[in-house]
């Protein structure tokens, strides 16, 4: 199956950026759609950015202007560069990975933004 790493998450002020990776590993598929949710505490996991192996986006409305995702097939890597980062974007970022075969979903990375 498909194994999926996120890094980059920390700590930052109201108004830093902060990028996002992930990388996969194991049975890839060309073919597939790769996205960042994210989970704050008390509250259900939401959408946050997908892209497909076209290069096709999606965004929720929260975040529209702010977050870019963007992906690198060679690599088999995705990114999130969040900027103009606001305290309601603390959550925990997981990436997320669906082909023909699963979904799959990494371990998570912490993201906090102070006021």
């Known amino acids: 199956q498909v194994q999926l790493v996120e890094s980059g998450g920390g700590l930052v002020q109201a108004g830093g950026s902060l990028r996002l990776s992930c990388v996969a590993s194991?049975?890839?598929?060309?073919?597939?759609?790769m996205g960042w949710y994210r989970q704050a505490p008390g509250k259900q996991r939401e959408l946050v950015a997908t892209i497909t192996w076209g290069g096709s986006t999606n965004y929720a409305d929260s975040v529209k202007g702010r977050f870019a995702i963007s992906r690198d097939n060679a690599k088999h890597m995705v990114y999130l560069q969040m900027n103009s980062l606001k305290p309601e974007d603390t959550a925990i970022y997981y990436c997320?990975?669906?082909?023909?075969?699963?979904?799959?979903w990494g371990q998570g990375t912490q993201v906090t933004v102070s006021s």
């Open positions: 194991g049975r890839i598929s060309i073919i597939n759609v």
């Open positions: 997320n990975r669906k082909d023909g075969t699963g979904d799959y």
